[in-house]
Nanobody
Framework: QVQVVEPGGGLVQAGGSLRLSCAAS????????MGWYRQAPGKQREFVAS???????RYADSVNGRFTIPGENARDTVNLQMNSLKPEDTADYYC?????????????WGQGTQVTVSS
């Protein structure tokens, strides 16, 4: 079983920065991709950013240029550096790992971490 944990989150003023971290643990797996989604109150969960195991990153248009996945991620971990935060970034942020286990790829999610951006 793969566990995904994403500590971090918190309250920050608009224009500020916050860094989220995420780590997958367990045995017999490797994350072939990791990334982040978020869900604001009353809204659907939406894609934020992703990191493939070849190092390619992808970002939602709404965060492109403000959020980055730093290049120094250790194996089965992914960080999200969030700069120039806006109140509309307020949401629960969820990390996922697409884990290769034997010949299959299964997706695992963290429990979510809350980010609140005050105006």
């Amino acid at each position: 079983q793969v566990q995904v944990v994403e500590p971090g989150g918190g309250l920050v003023q608009a224009g500020g920065s916050l860094r989220l971290s995420c780590a997958a643990s367990g045995s017999g797996f490797s994350c072939v991709a990791m990334g982040w989604y978020r869900q604001a109150p009353g809204k659907q969960r939406e894609f934020v950013a992703s990191l493939a195991n070849d190092g390619r990153t992808r970002y939602a248009d709404s965060v492109n240029g403000r959020f980055t996945i730093p290049g120094e991620n250790a194996r089965d971990t992914v960080n999200l550096q969030m700069n120039s935060l806006k109140p509309e970034d307020t949401a629960d942020y969820y990390c996922y790992c697409n884990a290769r286990e034997n010949s299959r790829v299964n997706q695992y999610w963290g429990q979510g971490t809350q980010v609140t951006v005050s105006s």
